[in-house]
């Protein structure tokens, strides 16, 4: 039975994703839900201690070898998938041994874990964690259709210059 006051965050493993997603649960607990953010263990020292402090927030960490190569540079490196492994692991333990979550919050760059909560039915959203111009961008491009544009064609994206 999932647990209607607690949402679980999933931030990527970069310091540009770790930022948005602990303000988002600093938004969350005030408005009194509890948070469970889910990080790599190699992430830790990126935590400030005020924000582990939070009443609401609980930081959980998975035990995780630093990535050789980040990631976000070489997503094809064996590297990479090891330490998505090591995660994917620890999420789906955690799953198993705590209290279900209400749902979980995955920056967008965390997709790959969001059949580790369809498993266990857990409703799970995308978090953007890049400014609103880009995400501004990202939907006119969706809206235009531009994955339909032939070789040598101009688009142009209503608003934008």
Known sequence: M????????V?????????PCMEL???IASRN?????IISSNLSSSIPSSFCDH??????QIPTPPPTLPPELNPNHPHAHNHH??????IASLLENAAVPA???????????????KKHKIPTVTFFTSGACSAALEHAM??????????????????FP
Do not use: N, Y
């Open 2 to 9: 999932p647990s209607e006051r607690r949402i679980w965050v």
């Open 33 to 37: 839900f509890s948070t469970t953010f």
């Open 142 to 159: 969706w809206k235009a259709r531009v994955v339909d544009i032939k070789p040598g064609q101009t688009l142009l994206l209503p608003g």
């Open 103 to 117: 749902c979980a919050v995955l920056d967008i760059m965390m997709d790959w874990t969001a059949d580790i909560f």
């Open 55 to 60: 009443p609401l927030i609980e930081v959980v």
């Open 85 to 90: 492994s090591d995660l994917a692991q620890g």
């Open 25 to 27: 649960c600093k938004h």
């Open 11 to 19: 931030p990527f493993f970069g310091q540009g994703h770790l930022f």
